[in-house]
T-cell receptor, first 109, second 114 residues
């Protein structure tokens, strides 16, 4: 099955640093979603993007829906220890989501 | 509280045994999904259902079975035909026909083989 290309695969950063990750696809999507998963838990929705070019913020998180509709970016500003987890992008393929391979984020104090 | 409940949290399977994972939602969502997650990997779709008494295979349906007799419930059976069942299983649900297919997830069931 199709999976989206997500990079980087993992990040080790110091508290206070900004983080950027992205997701690319060979297919066009009408909706892009970003989820965060903490160890042993299910993914939790962070941001939903519905229009090409859309830029949406949720606190320290900012995500963008690429103009080509084939990519999306997530930025986290001023990281804190509770940002630790795996971040997944997902594209809406009408009746199901296609997920990225995930970016594992570690934040050191 | 509205949400998705998966049980049990941990499950152990013996060789040749079928086991069933429970997923219940009280969000009044029409669609439900089952995913498998292996260490360091993304989510792979096993089965999904958009309406009661109907379901479709996902990318990795072999060795699994489901039923959808009630809107709130979508149990997953891991059969003995699934030779590598050890994984983290996630259930999700969503509205059908809404803007974007936003899925909400349960807390997962971790299945291990004895």
């Amino acid at each position: 099955g199709q999976q989206l290309n997500q990079s980087p695969q993992s990040m080790f950063i110091q508290e206070g640093e900004d983080v950027s990750m992205n997701c690319t696809s060979s297919s066009i999507f009408n909706t892009w979603l970003w989820y965060k998963q903490e160890p042993g838990e299910g993914p939790v929705l962070l941001i939903a993007l519905y229009k090409a070019g859309e830029l949406t913020s949720n606190g320290r998180l900012t995500a963008q829906f690429g103009i080509t509709r084939k990519d999306s970016f997530l930025n986290i500003s001023a990281s804190i220890p509770s940002d630790v987890g795996i971040y997944f992008c997902a594209g809406d393929n009408t009746d199901k989501l296609i997920f990225g391979t995930g970016t594992r984020l570690q934040v050191f104090p | 509280d509205g949400g998705i409940t998966q049980s049990p949290k941990y499950l152990f399977r013996k060789e040749g045994q079928n086991v069933t994972l429970s997923c219940e939602q009280n969000l009044n969502h029409d669609a439900m999904y089952w995913y498998r997650q292996d260490p360091g990997q993304g989510l792979r779709l096993i089965y999904y259902s958009q309406i009661v008494n109907d379901f479709q295979k996902g990318d990795i349906a072999e060795g699994y079975s489901v039923s959808r007799e009630k809107k709130e419930s979508f149990p997953l059976t891991v059969t003995s035909a699934q030779k590598n069942p050890t994984a983290f299983y996630l259930c999700a649900s969503s509205i059908v026909g809404g803007i974007g297919n936003i899925q909400y997830f349960g807390a997962g069931t971790r299945l291990s083989v004895l």
